[in-house]
């Protein structure tokens, strides 16, 4: 018998995929935009089998996608490859950033303009697609994050994630709405210049930093915010907070060191 969870993913992406109007509804508006571009949906999955074949289909009706498999011990990557989506695998765990680094080089090799990056559980709507991507054109940004709603999350979620946002924030000097959403959109010039070193969750964040770093536009936009209660999250509380933590002081000792020297420089250049 059907869980909760996938009861509720199936009659999402049937209405996604079936129920639109010709040259009406969300399904048909993606596909417009998506005529003529470049870009790749790259969706690192560790045992989605139950999931990743409905959210491909649903994706493929946009845009080519990407699974990249890290080190499944289920179906993941057969219904990955029924589903319609280009598979990598990794032959063990490596952890969702090494998963996100696989998928960034692969799209890079072969000529993508864009990646968005979406999650294997079913947190992500496809149909928000369409609000990346129109933000991608409206704001010319190179790091364009799905912005989720706080108050919708579960506990201990709803103060977690906003007080990490605010940690980022006091590290970086800018105002960041949501540091951990995996819906994102880069751009090739950002995927190019951007240098990641961790693997694992915390990667995410890093993502952010080499934007600011690189003195590349960073937007949000809003999506729907979409948890399971009967979904098991691969997060670690203890240890990917932790990583979480370090990664946040590597940024912030980074970003007072790029300030000096730029305030330096300025200096030396002074008539």
Known sequence: MPTVEE??????????????????????????????????????????????????????????????DDGSTDDTADCARRAGAEVVAHPANLRKGAALKTGFSWAVKRGYDAVVTMDADGQHDPADLDKVLNASRQHQADLIIGER??????????????????????????????????????????????????????????????????????????????????????FHALRDTLRFLRMVWHIRQERVHQDRHLSASTQIRKP
Do not use: C, H
Not at 162 to 176: D, F, K, Q
């Open 7 to 68: 009861r509720i993913l199936s009659e999402k992406m049937q209405n996604l995929t079936g129920s639109a109007a010709p040259g009406t509804g969300i399904e048909n508006s993606a596909k417009r935009q998506s005529v003529g571009s470049s870009i790749l949906v790259l969706i690192p999955a560790r045992n989605e089998a139950r999931t990743i074949g409905s959210i491909v289909e649903a994706v493929r009706a946009r845009l080519p996608v990407l699974v990249v």
């Open 149 to 234: 709603q706080f108050s919708e999350m579960p506990w201990p979620n709803r103060f977690t994630t906003p007080l990490g946002s605010r940690l980022l924030s006091w590290a970086l000097g800018i105002r960041v709405t949501d540091n951990q959403s995996g819906f994102r959109l880069l751009t090739r010039n950002l995927l190019e210049r951007m240098s990641l070193r961790s693997d694992g969750y915390e990667m995410e964040v890093e993502m952010i930093w080499e934007a600011v770093r690189l003195r590349m536009p960073i937007t949000w936009v809003p999506i729907r915010t979409i948890y399971f209660p009967d979904r098991q999250s691969g």
